[in-house]
C-alpha cells in the first residue's frame, strides 16, 4: 500500500512561497495605491478597463478575480468617483458595458507607473530572462490548474 505525501516542509513548498511572493506584492501595491484613492480591486478594473474597454461586470469580475457582486461595488465606487462610465440600462441583454473617463485614464496612468516599480522591486533580483522564464512557467502552472477543475 503506498503512502500518500503531505505538503511537508513549508519552505520548501513551490506554493506556500508563491502565496508569500503574493501577498508581499498585495501589501506593496495597496500601499501605493492607497494614496491615489485606489484598492487593489479597484486598480485590477482600472487596467482591464484600460486594456479592454466595454467589459461586463462578470468578465470584470472573472478577469479580477473576485466575485460578480464585490466588482459591482468596485464599479459604484469608481463611477461616482467619476473614473468610469456605465449606461443606466443595457442596449441589449443585461450587461452594461463599461468603459474608463479622461480622469480614468490619467488615474489610471499614474497608478500603473506606480505598481510598475512595485514589481521592478519585487522581481528585481532576477534577470529579464530568469523573469520571462517565470512567467512562462507560472501561466503554464495556471492553465494546468485549469484542466485540472
Known amino acids: 500500500m503506498e503512502q500518500e505525501e503531505t505538503v511537508g516542509d513549508l519552505d520548501q513548498s513551490v506554493g506556500y512561497v508563491l502565496k508569500q511572493v503574493q501577498a508581499s506584492l498585495h501589501t506593496a ?6 494614496p491615489l484613492g485606489l484598492t487593489v ?9 484600460g486594456r479592454h474597454p466595454g467589459l461586463s ?24 468617483r467619476g473614473l468610469l462610465t ?13 468603459e474608463l473617463t479622461r480622469a480614468g485614464q490619467s488615474t489610471l496612468r499614474e497608478a500603473s ?15 529579464q530572462e530568469q ?10 502552472c495556471a492553465a494546468a490548474a485549469i484542466v485540472g477543475i
Open 29 to 34: 501595491m495597496d500601499e501605493v495605491l492607497r
Open 41 to 49: 480591486a479597484q486598480y485590477a478594473c482600472l487596467e482591464l478597463l
Open 57 to 80: 461586470n462578470s468578465e470584470l469580475a472573472r478577469r479580477a478575480f473576485v466575485t460578480r457582486q464585490s466588482m459591482n461595488l468596485v464599479l459604484r465606487r469608481l463611477q461616482e
Open 86 to 98: 456605465r449606461p443606466d440600462h443595457a442596449a441589449s441583454g443585461r450587461a452594461l458595458p463599461t
Open 113 to 127: 507607473v506606480a505598481v510598475r516599480a512595485i514589481e521592478r522591486q519585487l522581481f528585481s533580483p532576477l534577470s
Open 131 to 140: 523573469q520571462r522564464r517565470l512567467r512562462e512557467d507560472l501561466a503554464a
